[in-house]
Antibody
Framework: EVQLVESGGGLVQPGRSLRLSCRASGFTFGDYGMHWVRQAPGKGLEWVGFIKSKDDGETRAYAASVQGRFTISRDDSKNVAYLQMSSLQTEDTAVFYC?????????????????WGQGARVTVSS | DIQMTQSPSTLSASVGDRVTITCRASQSISGWLAWYQHKPGKVPRLLIS???SLESGVPSRFSGSGSGTEFTLTISSLQPDDFATYYC?????????FGQGTKLEIK
C-alpha cells in the first residue's frame, strides 16, 4: 500500500524557516517525482514545487510564489522527500501535502498526482 | 504560466442530477489534464487523467472530455458521496497549475 506521511509542521514566526519531511512507503520511491501541494485556509489547491527522480536528473521546479524561498530535496536511501521553507510569510499558512507524481508513458514531462499524504499544517504567525 | 479557469465556482444540484463542470486553459494543453475530488478533512482523490482516462476504482458515472483549451467533467447521476470540491490540473508544463475549484453543493 502506498503511503506518504508528512511531518515537521507547526507554528512559526514570519521570517523564520521550517522543514517538512515526507516519508514514503509501499513503492519504489526513487522511481517517482515527488511534489508538494498546499491549501491555504478557505482557498484552493496550489502546486508548490517538485523534484524529479534521479533518472530524470532530479530536476526541480517551483511556483513563482515560493521561488527562491523554498527548496525541495530527496534522499532515496531513506525514502524521504523534504521541503525546506525559508523567509516564511503569513501568506504561506496552509496545509502542505506531499504528493507522488505520475508521468505519462508518452508526452510531456509534467506529472499528475496519484497519491497524497494526509498533509502537514503550517501556521505562520507572530 | 498557463492559467486554468473553472466554471462555475459553485454548483447546487440534487441527487440524481447530471452535472457538468468546465475547465478552460489559457493556452492549449492538448489532453494533459487531470481532475481531482476533494472533500473537507480528506485527501484529494485523482479521478481522471489525460482528460478522459478514468482511474481504477472511480465510479463510471464520472467522465471527462475535451482537448486543447476546453475540458469538462461530467457526473451522470449525482450520488450523496459526490458532494465535494472538484479541481482540474494541467501537466503539460512544470507549473502544474490547478483550477480554482468548483464546489458541488446539495440543493
Amino acid at each position: 500500500e502506498v503511503q506518504l506521511v508528512e511531518s515537521g509542521g507547526g507554528l512559526v514566526q514570519p521570517g523564520r524557516s521550517l522543514r517538512l519531511s515526507c516519508r514514503a512507503s509501499g513503492f519504489t520511491f526513487g522511481d517517482y517525482g515527488m511534489h508538494w501541494v498546499r491549501q491555504a485556509p478557505g482557498k484552493g489547491l496550489e502546486w508548490v514545487g517538485f523534484i524529479k527522480s534521479k533518472d530524470d536528473g532530479e530536476t526541480r521546479a517551483y511556483a513563482a510564489s515560493v521561488q527562491g524561498r523554498f527548496t525541495i530535496s530527496r534522499d532515496d536511501s531513506k525514502n524521504v522527500a523534504y521541503l525546506q521553507m525559508s523567509s516564511l510569510q503569513t501568506e504561506d499558512t496552509a496545509v502542505f501535502y506531499c504528493v507522488r507524481g505520475r508521468r505519462p508513458l508518452s508526452g510531456p514531462s509534467g506529472h499528475y498526482f496519484d497519491y497524497w499524504g494526509q498533509g502537514a499544517r503550517v501556521t505562520v504567525s507572530s | 504560466d498557463i492559467q486554468m479557469t473553472q466554471s462555475p465556482s459553485t454548483l447546487s444540484a440534487s441527487v440524481g442530477d447530471r452535472v457538468t463542470i468546465t475547465c478552460r486553459a489559457s493556452q492549449s494543453i492538448s489532453g494533459w489534464l487531470a481532475w481531482y475530488q476533494h472533500k473537507p478533512g480528506k485527501v484529494p482523490r485523482l479521478l481522471i487523467s489525460k482528460a478522459s482516462s478514468l482511474e481504477s476504482g472511480v465510479p463510471s458515472r464520472f467522465s471527462g472530455s475535451g482537448s486543447g483549451t476546453e475540458f469538462t467533467l461530467t457526473i451522470s447521476s449525482l450520488q450523496p458521496d459526490d458532494f465535494a470540491t472538484y479541481y482540474c490540473q494541467q501537466y503539460i508544463t512544470y507549473s502544474h497549475t490547478f483550477g480554482q475549484g468548483t464546489k458541488l453543493e446539495i440543493k
